[in-house]
């Protein structure tokens, strides 16, 4: 039995469809009475036209087979490209399986989807590989600096392109290394930029503008313009920081000369302190370093023009009460001068100065000039000149201790029970240990002496006189002095001898008034009192006998000035030497009496 369907039974359908029609058009003929030979014309007629028809059935099927396999052929190709692109190996595909019986219908029915599928996949890694891109070519544009408006067009993805995992890794990966960059550079600018902001603040200019001058990117007005952090702006930073930087040092520097001026004219017109007040917030300038100044505003223009104007003001000032201030220096210099001894440069005295300055021959300035350098000049003399005038004052004070205890010795009271009598006996033995020292402190202040002007190449002269001309007159006179009493003791002891030879021989003794009343003999009296002391500033006493103090020759040339007289202030009165010494060598002079309770 043939099978429905199949070519077989189709092709015996069509043989009896065709020989009955066939039959029954034959009928038709016979019963038309058709001739064979019409018979026979219309049968080729027939045939030729069943041929045509199964002919052209034959290329439209052979023309369908044709298209089906091409879109089969297209598709397969696709997905081939597809896959490799995508870097997809592993689909299975019937298609390629050896001894398919499947049809073309069949194929393009399971090869459709399948490329659909493999679309998607390939829009999806397209999109992927499109952000990515994005994001690097946006980066690359910051870090290089142009625009990412420029740089869209090498966004576009070939059909061919490489669209596998590992190139998309591969982007991705470099993504990572520009993202890193571009965190680095952006630190980088913001450090750039704050140090911008803070040298900005502290020279008072304009940050916004001089950002903007570097790229306008730095400040920015809305969020949607980006930082630039190429080399340019990096560049551009490092360069207005080293050009803020200069212009921080230039106006530091100018700011601290001005305040050194202005600090200058405070201490030299004595200017009360509520009104430094005013700029004390530049006054840390002067002692502060460039890199510490970090108050905003404090190195601005503003501020330093206010810093000039006022020295400006006060120089104005300086110039109406210069002549004030070249009397009050020239007194300072005068006051120096007096406290170390020094003799004061006279082509600057205030008589001389006066003049000058109201006959208008010298500028005020110069004048004050000349006598600050002769400050300067008195105040590293005066401590060159300090150990000695330190000796000096000890020996005048020794000498004062010898004058005190010559009044001391005067006194017959002194050893009574009284009031403070044990004091001034502590007080005097004190003042005989310091006064057996003066001959040493004189020599000694003599070698210092001479060593100082072998060393300056130039004389020592205290209050206007040469101190080793003073110590050589003293010890001279000292020496005469001794010899004086010298003589004095020898005078005595004769005296003595006769009173005693007196009493042998009348029996009787004189009485102590009488012995008291003895006539004074070259200017020593019978009670064995020493000639005046120097705070009597007795005129009684020979001219010979005089010791020539530093005082004392201060007094003798300069009596009528009282500015180099010193404040301890001692006559020119002799200095004594009190009570007969005991007998020991020259050179060691001891002070106590023969009826004194401390006499051995």
């Not at 510490?292 to 300086?318: C, G, H, M, W, Y």
């Not at 009598?421 to 040493?440: C, D, F, M, Q, Y």
Request: glycine share 4%.
């Amino acid at each position: 039995m043939l099978e429905i369907g199949s070519p077989t039974s189709l092709c015996f359908r069509t043989n009896t469809t065709c020989n009955a029609l066939l039959r029954e058009l034959q009928k038709i003929w016979v019963d038309i009475g058709e001739s064979d030979a019409e018979k026979d014309r219309m049968l080729m007629e027939l045939e030729k036209e069943c041929l045509e028809i199964y002919r052209r059935k034959v290329d439209e099927a052979a023309n369908s087979k044709a298209q089906l396999h091409q879109s089969l052929v297209s598709i397969e190709a696709e997905i081939a490209s597809i896959m490799a692109a995508l870097g997809v190996l592993n689909i299975h595909s019937p298609m390629k399986e050896k001894g398919s019986t499947k049809s073309l219908k069949e194929k393009l029915a399971y090869a459709r989807p399948l490329l659909e599928d493999l679309r998607l996949q390939k829009d999806e890694r397209v999109k992927q590989f499109a952000d990515v891109k994005a994001q690097i070519e946006k980066m690359s544009g910051e870090i290089s600096g142009y625009s990412a408006t420029t740089m869209l067009g090498s966004l576009t993805l070939d059909d061919d392109q490489d669209l596998t995992l590992r190139k998309l890794n591969e982007y991705q990966t470099h993504l990572r290394s520009l993202q890193k960059e571009k965190a680095d550079r952006l630190n980088k600018v913001l450090d750039y930029v704050n140090e911008v902001h803070a040298l900005c603040s502290v020279l008072g200019v304009d940050f916004c503008q001089t950002v903007s001058e570097v790229h306008p990117s730095l400040h920015r007005t809305n969020h949607e313009q980006s930082t630039n952090i190429s080399d340019s702006t990096l560049d551009g930073l490092q360069h207005m920081i080293e050009k803020l930087k200069s212009e921080r040092r230039l106006r530091f520097q100018k700011l601290k000369d001005v305040v050194g001026s202005l600090f200058e004219l405070w201490n030299l017109m004595d200017t009360p302190q509520e009104e430094r007040m005013r700029f004390a917030r530049v006054s840390c300038v002067v002692r502060s370093s460039e890199s510490d100044v970090t108050e905003p505003s404090i190195l601005s223009t503003e501020t330093i023009d206010q810093v000039s104007a006022e020295v400006d003001r006060f120089n104005k000032l300086k110039s109406s009460r210069m002549k004030e201030l070249v009397m009050k220096r020239r007194s300072e210099l005068e006051n120096l001068c007096r406290l170390a001894h020094i003799e004061p440069d006279t082509s600057t005295s205030l008589e001389k100065s006066t003049a000058l300055i109201d006959s208008g021959l010298v500028d005020s300035s110069e004048l004050l000039a000349n006598i600050e350098a002769q400050i300067n000049r008195t105040k590293e003399e005066a401590q060159s000149r300090k150990e000695i005038v330190d000796r000096i004052d000890r020996w005048l004070s020794a000498c004062e201790e010898e004058n005190w205890l010559e009044e001391y010795n005067q006194d017959e009271n002194r050893y009574s029970a009284g009031r403070g009598g044990h004091v001034n006996l502590k007080h005097a033995e004190r003042a005989r240990v310091t006064v057996n020292k003066i001959p040493s402190m004189v020599d000694n202040l003599i070698k210092k002496t001479l060593l100082w002007e072998d060393q300056t190449q130039k004389s020592f002269l205290y209050d206007g006189v040469r101190l080793v001309s003073i110590l050589e007159d003293y010890k001279l006179t000292r020496k005469q002095q001794e010899e004086e009493k010298k003589r004095y003791r020898d005078q005595k002891k004769m005296q003595d001898l006769l009173l005693n030879r007196r009493e042998s021989i009348y029996g009787s003794k004189p009485s102590p008034r009488r012995s008291s009343s003895i006539k004074k003999t070259n200017g020593y009296s019978g009670n064995v009192s020493m000639p005046p002391t120097p705070r009597r500033n007795s005129a009684g006493v020979a001219n010979s006998d005089v010791m020539m103090t530093p005082r004392s020759y201060s007094g003798h040339h300069h009596g009528t000035n009282g500015y180099f007289k010193e404040v301890r202030k001692l006559s020119t009165a002799p200095l004594n030497f009190v009570a007969i010494p005991k007998e020991d060598s020259a050179s060691t002079y001891t002070y106590s009496e023969p009826d004194s309770p401390l006499h051995n």
